[in-house]
């Protein structure tokens, strides 16, 4: 079971938004601002789309957007396209240098 | 550019111990940065394994840290896993990555398959 919640999977249409939430507690997402998100395609290893919440690393799209509302963190894909088909993993830190990760959630590109 | 590569037996008997190595390029290990383990059971999400930084101090997941020993080997820049005891639940991918409060580099992922 993973420490995170995230729901198994979100879809829509290209063009549309689709938001992904990830669910922790105080001691993870709550208590840090070190939530990040990684797309995974099959076969592939994960990448890192969003960090610190809200931050996007050199090269991924602005389509791309993190938020945090107390023990939620959201990830929101704007004006789909079919290569953002893929599973999403949220994560925290939670000190000690360790991360928990999110049950992923499986964005279905229709 | 920081790159990680994953190498390893790619089958482990149970009640063995699985050991895998993370050889980095692009980087010095003993510089800087936190360096960890990730790994992924077939069909499933990711799990977080645990880390050592580049001072020595070790951080594992507490569902693991009975079982797992990281450790580090600067003079080749690289970094090893050991696991003991393993069953087909270790059955996974496992990852290595850099970490910085996130894991900003993965290595590409080897698939370790637990069975006699």
Redesign the interface.
């Known amino acids: 079971q993973?420490v995170l919640t995230q729901p198994p999977s979100a879809s829509g249409s290209p063009g549309q938004s689709v938001t992904i939430s990830c669910t922790g507690t105080s001691s993870d997402v709550g208590g840090?601002n070190?939530v990040?998100w990684?797309q995974q395609h099959p076969g592939k290893?994960?990448?890192?789309m969003i960090?610190?919440v809200t931050k996007r690393?050199s090269g991924v799209p602005d389509r791309f957007a993190g938020s945090k509302s107390g023990n939620t963190a959201s990830l929101t894909v704007s004006g789909l396209q079919a290569e953002d088909e893929a599973d999403y993993?949220c994560?925290s830190?939670v000190g000690?240098?360790?991360?928990?990760?999110?049950?992923?959630t499986k964005v279905t590109v229709l | 550019q920081v790159q990680l590569q994953e190498s390893g037996p790619g089958l482990v008997e149970p009640s063995e111990t699985l050991s895998l190595t993370c050889t980095v390029s692009g980087y010095s290990i003993s510089s800087g940065y936190?360096w960890?383990w990730?790994r992924q059971p077939p069909g499933k999400?990711?799990?977080?394994i645990?880390?050592m930084?580049y001072t020595g101090?070790t951080?594992?997941?507490p569902s693991l840290e009975s079982r797992v020993i990281i450790s580090l080997d600067a003079s080749k820049n690289q970094f090893s896993l050991k696991m003991t005891s393993v069953t087909a639940a270790d059955t996974a991918v496992y990852?290595c990555g850099r970490?910085n409060?996130?894991?900003?580099y993965?290595?590409?992922?080897t698939l370790v398959t637990v069975s006699s």
Do not use: C, H
């Open positions: 993973s840090y070190q990040s990684y290893a994960p990448k890192l960090y610190e690393p993993y994560s830190y000690g240098e360790n991360l928990v990760f999110g049950g992923g | 936190v960890g990730i999400g990711l799990e977080w645990g880390s930084s101090r951080f594992y997941s990852y970490v409060w996130i894991v900003d993965w290595g590409q992922g």
